[in-house]
């Protein structure tokens, strides 16, 4: 149990550079907290303490602004950054080594039943206000851009962005397909003036080879 705490607090230090001291950390980090309560809350939640459970998630998020379900399975040294307004569902997965930040929603679309959270892989980076929708998994070492809203599932080695999410950058190679789905108005208004143009030089070549003949005939 210590060890893991430790290894709860190494990851603040990792993965956040305004980190002085053990003791600023213990007692100032939100995120902290939350995924020290939820351990407790998911103890009782497996021994089917389901109220006691619900009561232990319900007090963190009163003074954390971060609501983690009883059920969600949470892996070690995830680090949640900030964290206001993050919401973890029950049925949710959180692999290893997971950075969160806050306003983040690991939830459900309201379609699915039984497991209806996504299920999240190790080394995984989610950014600011990012919504993952659904039950599907999200491959290890991804990165999930700010307010992405993702609703299936994502490969490993990803990056993601946009409404709804886009795979742009897969295995360290980025993909332009994106950029060709998205319309650019300066891009079309070059494509249209373009054509004008190639038009009016039709019409003044036309014009030039019917002016010789005319003058011929005169």
Not at 2 to 15: G, L, T, Y
Not at 115 to 126: A, D, Q, S
Not at 194 to 199: A, H, M
Request: charged residues 20%; hydrophobic residues 40%.
């Amino acid at each position: 149990m210590f060890k893991r705490m430790r290894s709860d607090i190494q990851a603040v230090f990792e993965n956040d550079p305004a980190a002085r001291s053990w003791f600023e950390v213990v007692f100032t980090y939100s995120g902290l907290h939350a995924i020290w309560s939820h351990r407790v809350a998911h103890v009782f939640y497996r021994r089917r303490w389901f109220t006691l459970a619900r009561i232990v998630s319900q007090v963190s998020r009163f003074f954390t602004g971060i609501e983690i379900h009883p059920g969600a399975r949470i892996g070690n040294r995830l680090f949640i950054d900030h964290g206001m307004g993050v919401v973890i569902g029950e049925t949710c997965e959180i692999g290893d080594d997971v950075v969160i930040y806050q306003g983040v929603t690991l939830g459900g679309s309201g379609k699915e039943k039984g497991k209806r959270h996504p299920t999240i892989g190790n080394n995984v980076v989610i950014g600011s206000g990012a919504k993952i929708l659904g039950s599907f998994t999200i491959g290890d070492q991804c990165n999930i851009g700010a307010n992405s809203v993702v609703l299936k599932e994502v490969p490993a080695g990803s990056t993601v962005v946009g409404i709804p999410g886009k795979v742009v950058r897969q295995g360290g190679k980025r993909l332009d397909r994106l950029s060709h789905q998205l319309p650019d108005p300066v891009v079309d208004a070059m494509r249209s003036l373009q054509q004008e143009i190639e038009q009016l030089q039709s019409e003044v070549q036309s014009l030039r080879k019917e002016l010789p003949e005319k003058q011929t005939a005169e």
